[in-house]
């Protein structure tokens, strides 16, 4: 199993601002990813990150909105740029266990919540 | 990637048994069916995955069909404790890396 933490667990942003959101995981993973949830809704896969190269966006989100770094194997930062309410949401990032692929099993960490006033 | 469909809610009582239904007629020959649960206020966990036939863990039972089109999780004794969203997912053997998700089923259980 892979244990996840992120940081900060929640922040309150003004418009207009970035906010950069930590992910460490206890073990070196290859594929990290990282998701929004909106309230109320499902997860969205907004990249994955690979150590080593850029990372790769999903439709509708962009690298200058969500820059995306991934220094090493056990680390990744995700930023919300220039941001606007809607952008409140909850993002979470997660990464495959100890193998990668269709049959392996994803963790998650707890999230951070973020208010956009 | 192929698409699953699941009741938007469902209800149980505490202490019965509770089956979780979700539909994948387009799964392709590689496609693993994967159930993820949501916690009020918490990340995803998972529950159980299978390929072709059924499986069982310490949390979940998944009942396959032969056809694979469809799935079932089963809980066998709900407690409060199980209240959540239930994701059911299909990992395809070609992007198998990333996990989409669709809108799942809310599990009420009720005392």
């Known amino acids: 199993s892979a244990v996840i933490s992120q940081k900060p667990s929640r922040d309150i942003c003004q418009r207009g601002t970035s906010l950069t959101i930590q992910c460490q995981v206890d073990s070196q993973v290859t594929m990290m990813f990282w998701y929004r949830q909106q309230p109320g809704q499902s997860l969205t896969l907004i990249a994955t990150a690979n150590q080593g190269s850029e990372a790769t966006y999903e439709s509708g989100f962009v690298i200058d909105k969500f820059p995306i770094s991934r220094p090493n194997l056990t680390f990744s930062t995700l930023t919300v740029s220039n941001m606007s309410p809607e952008d409140s949401s909850i993002y979470l990032c997660?990464?495959?266990?100890?193998?990668?692929?269709?049959?392996?099993?994803?963790?998650f960490g707890p999230g951070t919540r973020l208010t956009v006033l | 990637d192929a698409k699953t469909t699941q009741p938007n809610s469902m209800e149980s009582n505490e202490e019965e048994p509770v089956h979780l239904p979700c539909n994948h007629s387009?799964?392709?020959?590689?496609?693993?069916i994967h159930w993820y649960r949501q916690l009020p206020s918490q990340g995803p966990e998972y529950v159980i995955h299978g390929l072709t036939s059924n499986v069982n863990n310490r949390m979940a039972s998944l009942a396959i069909a032969e056809d694979r089109k469809s799935s079932t999780l089963i809980l066998h004794r709900a407690t409060l404790r199980d209240a959540a969203v239930y994701y059911c997912i299909l990992r395809d053997g070609v992007e198998g890396d990333k996990i989409i998700f669709g809108k799942g089923t809310r599990l009420h259980i009720l005392p």
């Open positions: 997660s990464v495959d266990g100890l193998t990668s692929g269709s049959h392996s099993t994803q963790y």
């Open positions: 387009t799964i392709s020959g590689t496609d693993y």
